[in-house]
């Protein structure tokens, strides 16, 4: 097993009703796991979030706590419910309603990476599939929700900012002819995971430092933003999805030269989005 569900990046006072999180960017491989798959160790590599929790690793300094993952998506990816079990990949698991993640062979236990390469060979036993749910799953759930619980109570409202990043593959496969493709993407599931001015504050951050931003094309958010998003509740949930051509070779894994140039311009996203509500709040106490 990973050696941990998740790490926990806390300013040392709380200042933001904002959470960064980053559930894709797990790196803590288990030698067994890496014996059984069929693939290479680039390739079981090409479904992660490479480096971004390095890449919002400053929103500590901001007031704000980052949540990041243990365990690689590869293994299990923390952004799908915890019953999308693959019957497919999942010995005992009955076929139930169309999902389209499970039918593409991305549920919450993957059977394949990007491209649709297939991560093992036969099937896995539905006991294990379980025990990485309850070890890896529920706790890093369990301490997300903790967080933005916290941030509600503290300030009467919470932001969760759900960190990912896209292969430069799949965001030129959705652009257009003649148009320049988005280097953000913002997902609020169409409206209903954030209320709007949020939404729009968001997007006007990377905007102004330089960057092109879509809004939820191609990519609207998946369970981390359709769970958490209850704006009528006082809890919002905002997905960012970064070009990884901006700062990774994703052939290699590996940061390319323009990483840390994207990592300062980030530092002053970070810094306008840790401070999310704090106007209103002021405001509001005056």
């Not at 102004?208 to 704006?231: E, I, K, M």
């Amino acid at each position: 097993m990973p050696n941990t569900a998740y790490h926990l990046l806390e300013p040392e006072h709380v200042t933001s009703r904002v959470v960064f999180a980053s559930p894709h960017s797990g790196r803590d491989y288990p030698w067994r796991f890496l014996r059984r798959t069929v693939l290479d160790e680039e390739t079981i590599r090409s479904s992660e979030d490479a480096y971004v929790d390095r890449l919002f690793d400053c929103a500590p300094q901001f007031g704000a706590p980052l949540l990041h993952a243990g365990a690689p998506r590869a293994y299990l990816d923390l952004n799908r419910a915890a019953d999308e079990l693959d019957p497919a990949l999942i010995e005992g698991v009955r076929r139930g309603g169309h999902n389209p993640r499970v039918a593409s062979g991305l549920g919450v236990v993957p059977r394949v990476v990007a491209g649709g390469r297939a991560i093992y060979r036969g099937k896995i036993a539905r006991d294990e599939a379980e025990d990485r749910v309850a070890r890896l799953w529920h706790p890093y759930h369990g301490k997300l929700q903790d967080l933005l619980d916290r941030a509600r109570i503290q300030f009467g409202e919470s932001i969760l900012i759900d960190c990912h990043s896209m292969p430069h593959e799949a965001v030129e496969a959705s652009g257009r002819a003649g148009y320049r493709t988005p280097e953000i993407v913002i997902g609020d599931r169409f409206g209903a995971s954030a209320q709007q001015d949020l939404v729009e504050r968001v997007e006007a951050a990377f905007a102004a430092a330089g960057l092109r931003v879509a809004r939820n094309a191609p990519f609207a958010g998946a369970f981390s933003t359709q769970h958490y998003g209850r704006p009528s509740r006082g809890q919002h949930a905002i997905q960012i999805e970064i070009d990884r051509a901006l700062y990774m070779d994703e052939r290699r894994v590996r940061p390319n030269a323009n990483f840390q140039r994207l990592r300062t311009v980030l530092r002053g996203v970070i810094a306008e989005l840790a401070a999310l509500g704090a106007q209103e709040q002021r405001l509001a106490a005056e």
